[in-house]
């Protein structure tokens, strides 16, 4: 059933301001862009400015379109353009339409793409098939862009994209213990990017992580929040120094990612990556101590699609990854009781020898002390071991043992070895899915709206 209740006019005005709070609530100011602008000069065949040509600059991928004329010194530029490839078109009455070379735009860049008209009839069009300098001339900015090709084409062990960061000159991993302990998923695995970046010798919390303009940056430890898989990134560009004043939040660089966006025509892909202890041979440490090859089995499989909804208005972009790992984890040899240690016998434990700490609490007068290698003079603790000979010896009376140890060590609940060392495995389970969603509407060809989603979940194992 359907309930329609009218509002008086002044309940009308009273929802509209709560509605117009709430979006002024939502609406972001302009901050961190992650968008570029092209900018040109258009002139005729002797070098002279033309002033109020018409510019068209054209996405070719969604074939948007935004306008602008050439102020009195023939400059123009566009502002605010979303990543991709862009046509510029320039009219003027007495002058042939000139369309110049498809041209990528990258993050924060300024794409300079100057034209130069010919006298002829506005009805002729002049393709330009040189190609646009990409050398940025205006933006000072000191940085390096990664592209969607190389994204996906270089090898990523664990698919995190932000590694690539470290083709970057000055750029080096932190681990996460020089940057203190944070909360993480799943135990702070790859998707979250482990320990960060330095930039030119800042600190590894120090970055900024961007994602489509937003700041993607964790409360708590200033690490990057979500990380999209290398497939959903249209491109990302890490700004290492003398960045443009929306750049303010750190000083220790600023990563900026970018997903993909749809566009006229449908496109995707599928991929299944895998890594497997089948395909390695064992490494030298585990082969000398005896030990099989490290277990692991890895598989990132998932895809993308993108494509429009209304053509040259509204366009979807949607990605999956799942991962499914499993492996035998090992922290290397560690040092523990043996059987005998265990019953409170240590004659043998220091080389053959009794082990002067135990000689020095049972007897106060024999063994070394630790720090000065003087002979030990503490009281002796008779109730442990009351016969003088075995005391001597570093043997502990086993019926002095507190209880409650005993009570463990007689379920098997502290480790030991015969030979004083044991080499701890576990099995350690990684599964989890990751989404990706992005829409973009342009309203009109100076409007756009663009909603990018991102969730990250573990799967119980």
């Not at 123009?76 to 042939?96: D, I, K, N, R, S």
């Not at 990612?257 to 566009?263: A, D, E």
């Not at 969603?437 to 342009?442: E, I, M, N, P, S």
Request: aromatic share 8%.
């Amino acid at each position: 059933m359907l309930t329609v209740q009218f509002l008086s006019p002044s309940s009308v005005r009273l929802v509209a301001l709560a509605v117009l709070a709430l979006l002024l609530s939502v609406l972001p100011g302009y901050a961190q862009e992650a968008t570029g602008r092209v900018v040109g000069t258009v002139t005729d065949t002797q070098g002279a400015a033309i002033p109020g040509a018409k510019i068209a600059i054209t996405n070719t991928g969604t074939n948007v379109v935004s306008e602008t004329v050439t102020n009195s010194e023939g400059f123009y530029q566009v502002l605010h353009l979303p990543v991709g490839t862009y046509t510029v078109t320039a009219e003027h009455q007495g002058f042939a339409k000139v369309v110049t070379k498809a041209a990528p735009l990258d993050i924060n860049q300024s794409l300079r793409m100057d034209v130069h008209m010919r006298v002829g009839s506005v009805k002729e069009t002049v393709e330009v098939q040189a190609d646009t300098a990409q050398v940025e001339t205006i933006n000072a900015v000191v940085g390096g862009t990664v592209t969607g090709k190389p994204i996906q084409d270089l090898p990523l062990n664990g698919r995190n994209t932000l590694d690539l960061a470290l083709t970057q000159p000055g750029v080096i991993p932190i681990a996460s213990s020089d940057i203190g302990s944070y909360g993480t998923e799943n135990g702070g695995n790859a998707d979250n990017g482990y320990g960060g970046i330095s930039v030119a010798g800042g600190r590894g919390d120090s970055v900024t992580y961007l994602l489509d303009g937003g700041i993607n940056n964790r409360v708590t430890s200033n690490q990057v929040v979500f990380n999209p898989n290398p497939e959903a990134v249209e491109e990302f560009r890490l700004l290492e120094n003398n960045y443009t004043a929306e750049y303010g939040r750190n000083g220790g660089g600023t990563v900026s990612v970018v997903l993909k966006s749809g566009t006229n025509s449908l496109h995707g892909s599928v991929f299944d990556y895998v890594r497997n202890d089948a395909f390695n041979a064992n490494d030298y440490f585990d082969k000398a101590q005896g030990n099989p090859r490290p277990v692991l089995k890895r598989n990132q499989f998932g895809g993308v699609i993108g494509g429009p909804i209304i053509k040259d208005r509204l366009f979807f972009f949607f990605g999956y990854q799942g991962q499914r790992q499993s492996q035998v984890v090992n922290q290397g040899l560690v040092t523990t009781y043996t059987p005998a240690q265990l019953a409170g016998d240590f004659s043998t434990f220091n080389s053959g020898a009794p082990d002067p700490y135990v000689q020095c609490f049972l007897t106060g007068t024999l063994g070394l002390n630790s720090s000065d290698n003087k002979p030990c003079s503490g009281p002796a603790h008779t109730y442990y071991q009351p016969n003088p000979a075995l005391a001597a010896q570093a043997i502990i009376d086993p019926t002095t043992i507190n209880p409650v140890a005993q009570a463990y060590i007689a379920a098997g609940m502290i480790p030991t070895s015969p030979t004083g060392f044991v080499f701890p495995t576990a099995s350690q389970k990684d599964n989890v899915d990751q989404i990706v969603g992005k829409a973009d509407f342009y309203a009109t060809r100076n409007d756009r709206l663009s909603l990018s989603l991102g969730y990250k979940g573990a799967i119980p194992v």
